[in-house]
């Protein structure tokens, strides 16, 4: 039963990324690489119509991932439909995918090769988050958002004012690779602020070390 209604599911939505595809002006080829949990090397390809539709997902497996065998998987893909809908390949900004465009573009003249902007993005604003003053200001916000991760008592006394105060949006931590995540952090720490205020008024009223439990949290 879970076979055929998977196999039935897949068809289905296979016709309407095909259809998709076919109903397409133009196409854009997007490629993402990443690793599995257990280490495995994967490549995603989409094609945007614009809509997004994701298309396939090789592992590399014992294939090297020199410019000469990127170029080859993108080829293969372009290949299975009609290629002169191409107009645009994405990647990330790595060299090795650079080398591949310039392999590309001796099969594909006409199409324009570029690397994400997203991922340019993210590391100006890694770049930016080193400056000393950004530095300081994001490591104190970070520590306010470890100081109620790592302690029952504070968090649950700022659950109580945040209902108090009609708030919804919980302290949030970055993640590293995510440049977003840096701002989610702070905005979280400034929706929270008044909440965040009354807690550590409260802790100190009680005569609770706050300076202690701060430092460790760092």
């Not at 310039?102 to 003249?109: D, E, G, H, T, V």
């Not at 968090?155 to 919804?168: E, G, T, V």
Request: hydrophobic fraction near 40%; charged fraction near 20%.
């Amino acid at each position: 039963m879970s076979n055929q209604l998977l196999e039935t599911v897949y068809n289905q939505t296979k016709l309407k990324v095909d259809k998709s595809i076919e109903n397409a002006e133009y196409l854009t080829l997007i490629c993402d690489e990443w690793s599995s949990i257990s280490s495995e090397h994967w490549t995603n390809f989409i094609f945007a119509t614009p809509k997004p539709v994701f298309v396939f997902a090789k592992p590399t497996e014992e294939v090297r991932q020199n410019a000469n065998n990127i170029a080859k998987a993108k080829e293969d893909i372009i290949e299975t439909i009609d290629k002169s809908k191409v107009c645009a390949i994405i990647t990330d900004n790595a060299l090795v995918m650079k080398k591949s465009w310039k392999i590309l573009s001796n099969s594909f003249p006409n199409i324009i090769y570029m690397g994400c902007l997203a991922h340019n993005l993210n590391l100006i604003v890694q770049d930016i988050m080193k400056l000393n003053q950004i530095k300081s200001i994001f490591k104190k916000t970070k520590a306010i958002v470890k100081f109620f991760k790592n302690h029952n008592i504070p968090a649950a006394i700022f659950r109580c004012h945040q209902q108090s105060q009609k708030l919804k949006t919980s302290l949030k931590l970055p993640a590293k690779t995510r440049w977003r995540s840096f701002f989610i952090c702070m905005e979280s720490v400034k929706v929270n602020h008044v909440a965040i205020s009354l807690t550590i008024t409260e802790l100190v009223a009680n005569q609770d070390n706050i300076e202690k439990i701060v430092e460790n949290s760092l």
